[in-house]
């Protein structure tokens, strides 16, 4: 008798902690709906802000003859951007932890062929072509005496290019499709390696929100780069392949046409500060 009111007892205490993690689902979902509809809110707002400005600007226009053009000019971009904007409002919330967990694996899966092949620790980002559109290569290399192989050597995944110093692997680095997509700034020069250094540490803060603020600095004489990078999404900055070194990397190694080593990592309070040589 005991038994069975026992086991009744644990059925029930299930059956209550099932019902609490729906309900605990349930009510993250109505939480990520509210967001999104507060996201698309604000879009759409500042969407209907534009086009007011750019209307009254119109309007504006036809009352004063002598200012027309500016005001059509203005009219013009504030109809277009708040057009644009509406229809970007975004219509879906990918959670942090999705991209997290993608990253974490691609990152247990390289730190397990560095301890399979015996690889050194060491991450060299190869440009693969001559221009800044050109894409990268992560190079691993086997020996910590290494030699940067031919960009040809790069496009097969086990790297041997004659000489035990070239041996190691090429792979894709994650912040190559993040660069690809990056837009040049407006007033940027992307072949000047300092604007362009500022252009991905701004894109790492506002447009791919992989940090909370970046402190840069280059020296493209000296052949040095270093990033404070504050509060990292997926975790420490010094993880292998990391997505916000990455991009500084790749970014780097495609402006300058020259491989790109990441360099010491320290982590403390402030954040992580990472060197780049080249």
């Known amino acids: 008798m005991q038994e069975e009111t026992h086991a009744t007892d644990t059925e029930d205490a299930q059956l209550d902690t099932d019902a609490e993690i729906a309900a605990l689902r349930a009510d993250n979902r109505r939480l990520r709906r509210e967001y999104l509809r507060a996201r698309q809110s604000q879009y759409r707002t500042s969407a209907l802000a534009l086009g007011v400005i750019g209307a009254v600007a119109l309007v504006a226009a036809a009352l004063l003859p002598a200012l027309r053009t ?11 951007g708040g057009v644009l904007l509406y229809f970007l409002t975004p219509d879906r919330l990918v959670p942090v932890s999705v991209g997290e967990s993608a990253y974490h694996a691609h990152r247990e899966t390289d730190a397990h062929l560095r301890e399979e092949l015996g690889l050194a620790d060491e991450s060299v980002y190869v440009p693969t072509g001559d221009d800044t559109d050109s894409e990268a290569k992560l190079f691993v290399p086997q020996l910590h005496d290494y030699e940067v192989p031919s960009r040809e050597s790069l496009s097969e995944f086990f790297v041997d290019a004659g000489t035990p110093q070239s041996r190691g692997v090429a792979l894709t680095p994650t912040g190559q499709r993040l660069v690809d997509e990056l837009s040049v ?20 803060v506002e447009q791919f929100e992989l940090v909370d603020d970046v402190d840069l600095d280059i020296d493209a004489d000296g052949g040095r780069a270093t990033a404070r990078l504050a509060d990292p999404a997926y975790g420490e900055a010094d993880q292998f392949d990391h997505p916000s070194i990455s991009v500084l ?30």
């Open 249 to 278: 990397a790749v970014g780097l190694a495609t402006t300058l046409g020259t491989p790109v080593r990441v360099g010491e990592l320290l982590t403390n309070d402030s954040g992580t500060l990472v060197t780049f040589r080249f």
């Open 70 to 80: 500016v005001f059509v000019v203005l009219g013009s971009i504030g109809i277009f």
């Open 185 to 204: 700034a407006a007033t940027g020069d992307d072949t000047d390696p300092e604007a362009r250094f500022e252009t991905l540490g701004d894109a790492l």
